[in-house]
């Protein structure tokens, strides 16, 4: 007869990442690296103060060549959405939710809701950023509704 306490089973492994890992481009680059840190940020004009995204060289306002790397505050509202079905996306297990947010500091930004149901989304709803993993153990940005 054994004296060990039986053994207890191990939890089920989590799912691996089935979505593809985003093309970093060198103006793009440091978004990106961010994002593997769920640090959210964006890219300010050194001259005239406007956000832009994505991040580019020169500013499209006033052409100014110098850029700043600001913390976003993460937090905006859905401005439109839709949801593609067919031919069915690529890394996803399910059809997303792909949203147009404006963020506060008014820029907008194409994404993915998370953490609703299609039926739910609103126009103007409050959301907040979210990180998810893709494949090669990097990170997206995502939003889902704002809890606060």
Not at 8 to 23: D, L, M, N
Not at 99 to 110: A, F
Not at 132 to 141: E, Q, Y
Request: hydrophobic share 35%; aromatic share 8%; net charge neutral.
């Amino acid at each position: 007869m054994s004296t060990e306490p039986p053994a207890v089973p191990a939890a089920p492994a989590a799912p691996k990442p089935i979505r593809i890992a985003p093309i970093v481009t060198p103006d793009a680059k440091t978004f990106w690296d961010a994002c593997d840190r769920e640090e959210f940020i964006g890219q300010k004009c050194g001259d005239c103060g406007q956000f832009t995204f994505p991040p580019r060289p020169m500013c499209p306002h006033c052409h100014s060549l110098k850029r700043e790397e600001v913390k976003l505050s993460g937090y905006g509202t859905v401005h439109s959405w839709t949801i593609p079905r067919h031919p069915p996306p690529f890394g996803f297990r399910e059809a997303p939710i792909v949203v147009v947010v404006q963020l506060q500091e008014g820029i907008r930004m194409v994404s993915n809701l998370v953490g609703v149901k299609p039926e739910d989304v609103k126009m103007d709803m409050a959301v907040e950023v979210a990180f998810d993993d893709t494949m090669n153990k990097h990170k997206v940005h995502v939003f889902k509704p704002r809890t606060a």
